[in-house]
């Protein structure tokens, strides 16, 4: 099992200048946030099952960039469907990171249906996502990084990480409007 | 069928052109086909088909925050599948325009139908959305064209129901 936090800070070390990065409701946008403020980040608040939808439409939007989204297992289920059209409207530069502990560890850790019988790696290679894998510690370090930076996606990577709660990483602004223009300007580069 | 194609869905395909809509997302409508069909033969337009109406709100904010216009086609049974979606164009205020094609309000068979047409304004003003009709086939492009400025422009969000008296009601046959 894989300690979020830290693992996030180290895959966005010395980022590069062509990845944006968006991250789903909850802990997710707290991690991303603690890896230092940036430009080129989007953390949703609210509107859960929309983050991956999102990340599909930045990519197509902008195929010479790299799209990292960080979200969690309770986001990602409950926008399953949004696996599938991904799959079926390939974009080759979107990676989607599910931080996957297994709980709504925010609202009191409940288990989700990743610690019962679902498996997001299968679901995403049955939906069509072939470049599908699953993390349980930091020995794959370079082949996320691998697959974030150079190869083609849409891939989708489950990091099975503890559940404990984290102190909570607020982004630059908690005004959407805010965070949107900011994020959007450094797409004129 | 053919007595259906109107030329009205031309006319919308005629403001996604004028305005630079270049990504259209759809859960299908038969209403909505011929518009769909115009959009897959246009190279310069991406054609999206989703699972659930909800996602096309993600993808159109995420194409919008990209750099690109989208626009999202529906059904009205659709729409209560965005609400809680919906408050993504709204706090972020990003240009957000759908076009929903009416079931449950005119010559409708379905009685399942009926409860989300009666429900489909309602909903849309609800979660602020600024909602636009269309009754009759002549006002449809300049109906969707001011939607689509009304979004495009303040950076906010708007519905055009296209009325089921225009598209025709659907009739099934039993056997």
């Given at each position: 099992?894989?300690?979020?936090?830290?693992?996030?800070?180290?895959?966005?070390?010395?980022?590069?200048?062509?990845?944006?990065?968006?991250?789903?409701?909850?802990?997710?946008?707290?991690?991303?946030?603690?890896?230092?403020?940036?430009?080129?980040?989007?953390?949703?608040?609210?509107a859960m099952g929309q983050s991956i939808p999102f990340a599909l439409g930045l990519a197509k939007a902008q195929p010479d960039m790299r799209v990292l989204l960080f979200t969690g297992d309770g986001d990602t289920l409950m926008s399953l469907g949004s696996i599938a059209t991904i799959a079926n409207h390939p974009v080759s530069n979107l990676t989607i990171v599910v931080l996957d502990n297994e709980s709504y560890v925010e609202t009191g850790s409940q288990p989700t249906a990743t610690a019962g019988k679902t498996d997001l790696?299968?679901?995403?290679?049955?939906?069509?996502?072939?470049?599908?894998?699953?993390?349980?510690?930091?020995?794959?370090?370079s082949k996320i990084m691998n697959t974030v930076y150079e190869e083609e996606g849409p891939s989708l990577i489950v990091i099975k990480c503890q559940a404990k709660a984290t102190p909570l990483i607020f982004p630059h602004s908690f005004d959407g409007s805010v965070s949107m223009n900011r994020f959007k300007e450094t797409m004129k580069i | 069928?053919?007595?259906?194609?109107?030329?009205?869905?031309?006319?919308?395909?005629?403001?996604?052109?004028?305005?630079g809509i270049t990504m259209v997302s759809h859960v299908p409508d038969a209403g909505h086909?011929?518009?769909?069909?115009?959009?897959?033969?246009?190279?310069?337009i991406d054609v999206v088909t989703?699972?659930?109406?909800?996602?096309?709100?993600?993808?159109?904010?995420?194409?919008?925050?990209?750099?690109r216009k989208s626009a999202l086609l529906m059904q009205s049974s659709g729409v209560g599948n965005?609400?809680?979606?919906?408050?993504?164009?709204?706090?972020?205020?990003?240009?957000?325009?759908?076009?929903?094609?009416?079931?449950?309000?005119?010559?409708?068979f379905v009685p399942w139908q009926v409860p989300m047409g009666l429900g489909t304004p309602k909903v849309l003003e609800a979660m602020d959305i600024k909602v636009f009709r269309a009754d009759y086939e002549e006002e449809v492009g300049s109906?969707?064209?001011?939607?689509?400025?009304?979004?495009?422009n303040t950076n906010r969000s708007a519905a055009v129901l296209l009325s089921q008296k225009m598209i025709g009601a659907k009739q099934f046959k039993n056997g």
């Amino acid at each position: 099992m894989i300690d979020r936090r830290p693992f996030v800070q180290k895959i966005l070390k010395d980022r590069k200048d062509n990845l944006r990065v968006v991250s789903g409701i909850g802990t997710s946008t707290w991690d991303l946030m603690s890896a230092g403020d940036n430009k080129g980040n989007f953390g949703f608040i609210g509107a859960m099952g929309q983050s991956i939808p999102f990340a599909l439409g930045l990519a197509k939007a902008q195929p010479d960039m790299r799209v990292l989204l960080f979200t969690g297992d309770g986001d990602t289920l409950m926008s399953l469907g949004s696996i599938a059209t991904i799959a079926n409207h390939p974009v080759s530069n979107l990676t989607i990171v599910v931080l996957d502990n297994e709980s709504y560890v925010e609202t009191g850790s409940q288990p989700t249906a990743t610690a019962g019988k679902t498996d997001l790696e299968l679901i995403a290679k049955g939906s069509g996502i072939s470049n599908s894998y699953t993390v349980r510690n930091e020995d794959d370090y370079s082949k996320i990084m691998n697959t974030v930076y150079e190869e083609e996606g849409p891939s989708l990577i489950v990091i099975k990480c503890q559940a404990k709660a984290t102190p909570l990483i607020f982004p630059h602004s908690f005004d959407g409007s805010v965070s949107m223009n900011r994020f959007k300007e450094t797409m004129k580069i | 069928m053919t007595e259906l194609i109107k030329d009205w869905r031309n006319d919308i395909y005629a403001v996604f052109k004028d305005l630079g809509i270049t990504m259209v997302s759809h859960v299908p409508d038969a209403g909505h086909t011929p518009l769909i069909n115009l959009c897959e033969k246009d190279n310069e337009i991406d054609v999206v088909t989703l699972t659930t109406e909800q996602d096309g709100v993600g993808l159109s904010c995420g194409a919008y925050a990209g750099g690109r216009k989208s626009a999202l086609l529906m059904q009205s049974s659709g729409v209560g599948n965005c609400i809680n979606a919906l408050a993504l164009p709204n706090i972020c205020r990003i240009p957000f325009l759908t076009l929903v094609s009416m079931r449950g309000e005119w010559g409708e068979f379905v009685p399942w139908q009926v409860p989300m047409g009666l429900g489909t304004p309602k909903v849309l003003e609800a979660m602020d959305i600024k909602v636009f009709r269309a009754d009759y086939e002549e006002e449809v492009g300049s109906t969707v064209d001011a939607a689509a400025k009304f979004a495009f422009n303040t950076n906010r969000s708007a519905a055009v129901l296209l009325s089921q008296k225009m598209i025709g009601a659907k009739q099934f046959k039993n056997g």
